[in-house]
């Protein structure tokens, strides 16, 4: 999603500056193209030849240099994706504000480009008013604003100011990216969502369960929730790390995912069931390992359909999506689903993109079939686009 494309970094002086040196080598590794602009304090913490060694692209920080006079228009023109990352409370107070006194905040000002800002700091700092206010100021005025990640900070305390995980971060600019500046279209929107394989209980250390990731779910989690949707994610066995920003409860067997969807359905606007819901469960099972013998045999008992009881109880303006994971005839079958649980969409994708990162995938509605080809997290922006349309 990110190959050709001019990445911009601004990169400002907080401790978090070294993690931004990962970030650049990850976006580079991604296909950008990537440039950096330094604050002076930033110059504190990483030097430029760190950032150029990485990007193998210029790194500027001065904004009268007599070789490029006019550099704070032409780098700002040359960026499609502008991302302050970390973001100080100091930048955040001066773009906020229309302050251009360095090469930084004056490039943010002038370009054009997708702009994010990803703030890290200590966490009083962080929750100080005047920074909570610069911060939904510049939300307010459409700049997309990654939240800081929780947990341990350099000043020692622990809390909300966090430089999100590069990854994450990396995500977030594909899902901006692709939406631009259509990002507020889900901010009073509730979402919920289920992922991964139940895995249903034989004896203590074995189960049955089936090869779903929960790519997917988390991939439609993440685009609904930087859209500015409240995201609960459901979730099964998954092999993603639901990110810091979604919350998430989770739900190991059909049962367990039957009784915390029923248990909130009605509150969302939208539903999307990804989630691989076993449909069988062991009738019986062991308290104690089973000893080997001979051959066993288990006996299965079917699960409930949670789809098809939303289905059943769907309110007219709620919108319910389910998956159809086929081996063959994949439109057939998932348009005789979707017809027999009552979905307003059904995806039809094969069985055997489970696990990967890419996937084929038809979104199917009562008037139109979609189809998606790309990685999980490109084709659930579509599908998100698409559903709420
Ligand atoms: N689903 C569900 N509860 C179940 C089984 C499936 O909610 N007990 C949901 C899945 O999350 C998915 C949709 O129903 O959104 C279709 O699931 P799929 O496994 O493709 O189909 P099934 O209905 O189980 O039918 P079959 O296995 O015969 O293809």
Known sequence: MLKGKHVLIGVSGGI?????????????KQGAIVKIIMTKNAQEFVTPLTFKSITGESVSYTMFDEEKPIEHIALADWAEIFIIAPATA?????????????????????GKAIKIIVP???????????????????????????????????????????FPESREIVDAIKVFSYFGTKIISLQNKKILITAGANREKIDPMRFISNRSSGKMGVSLAKAAALMGAKVMLIHAHIEEKVPYYIDSIKAETANL????????ADNYDIIIMCA???????????????????????????????LFELGQRKKDNQILVGFAAESED???????????KNCTHIIANSLYTSGKDETEQVLISKDKELKLIGSKLETACKIIEEIVK
């Open 330 to 340: 994949m439109i057939d079958n998932a348009k005789a689903k979707m017809i027999k």
């Open 257 to 264: 995912m039957y009784n915390e969807v029923m248990g909130i």
């Open 120 to 162: 890290a700091m200590n966490v009083y700092m962080y929750e100080n008013k005047v920074v909570q206010r610069n911060i939904q100021t510049l939300r307010d005025l459409g700049y997309l604003v990654l939240d800081p990640d929780i947990g341990y900070l350099a000043c020692g305390y622990s809390g909300k100011g966090r």
């Open 276 to 306: 691989a819901v076993a449909d069988y469960t062991i009738e019986d099972p062991a308290n104690e390992k089973i000893k080997k013998k001979e051959n066993i045999s288990l006996q299965l008992s079917r699960t409930k359909d949670i």
């Open 90 to 110: 100091n930048v955040i107070g001066k773009i906020a504000n229309g302050i251009a006194d360095d090469l930084l905040s004056t490039c943010f000002l002038a």
């Open 16 to 28: 978090a500056a070294y993690k931004s040196v990962e970030l650049a080598s990850m976006l580079k």
